[in-house]
């Protein structure tokens, strides 16, 4: 019993760190000049000039960077520049390196006020685990684990602490099962879960996946959708009040859930 205990804690903890590496990987390909391109997007934005800051920033971003404060002012440039659906995305985005920044979170609910009509909402479930980033939850199962490791390893090597470590080594297994399963949780919410923020004016939902189809239901710049599926080019998706449609890939920015 123990071993498959073991096992599965081991399992889940090696998709985890796989999960943040991934989530992570774009810093590595960062280009050798970002500093001063940062600094240069940043003047612009100081400038007044929101739509060549927001254009400096994709590009920063399209090269594999990425930071919560470079999504920030991303997120700030695109509002300024009237782009309402792009900026949730690029807050979205934010918050999800950094959950509890209290600016991004702020921005973020100001920008969904602003949007019209219905909108998808993740669930009280995935709004919790979203906030700790999926590298947090990695660190917490890490440490339990590995506290639980040690304290049975202790139980094993010195009979005679076997009472008084008892009860920390059972608070201990129980917390590395917690905190595995929210891990788990986690890290399939993010890459099996994806919703897709409308980024187009005059963006439209379709009742099938070709240009041909009826509309569906109408969507306004800035909408968040679940994602159901992808197609050809095109995305399912289903808004708050539960109405399903399709949407070509240019007219969203498609994004993990949590």
Request: proline letters at 3%; charged letters at 20%.
């Amino acid at each position: 019993m123990k071993r498959c205990f073991f096992i599965t804690c081991m399992m889940l903890l090696c998709v985890g760190t796989l999960a943040a590496a991934d989530v992570g990987s774009g810093k590595s390909s960062l280009v050798e000049n970002l500093p001063t391109a940062f600094t240069s997007a940043n003047q612009l934005y100081s400038e007044g000039k929101f739509s060549q800051a927001a254009k400096d920033y994709r590009v920063i971003l399209n090269s594999g960077a990425v930071s919560a404060n470079l999504l920030f002012n991303d997120g700030n440039a695109e509002f300024k520049s009237g782009n309402l659906g792009r900026a949730i995305a690029a807050w979205r985005r934010a918050a999800q390196l950094a959950p509890r920044d209290a600016d991004v979170r702020a921005n973020l609910d100001f920008a969904r006020n602003q949007v019209q009509g219905a909108t998808w909402r993740e669930s009280r479930w995935e709004s919790w685990l979203g906030s700790l980033s999926l590298n947090e939850w990695t660190a917490l199962a890490a440490l339990a684990f590995w506290l639980m490791f040690l304290l049975f390893a202790a139980v094993q090597i010195r009979p005679a602490l076997k009472n008084t470590l008892r009860g920390p080594a059972r608070s201990a297994a129980v917390a590395a099962v917690f905190f595995c399963a929210c891990l788990g949780a986690a890290t399939m919410a993010h890459f099996t879960k994806s919703v897709a923020v409308v980024v187009l004016p005059d963006a439209v939902t379709r009742s099938g996946p070709f240009n041909d189809a009826q509309n569906a239901f109408a969507v306004h710049d800035g909408a968040e959708l679940a994602v159901l599926d992808r197609r050809n080019g095109w995305v399912e998706v289903t808004d708050g009040a539960g109405r399903i449609g399709w949407m070509e890939d240019r007219q969203v920015e498609v994004l993990p859930a949590i």
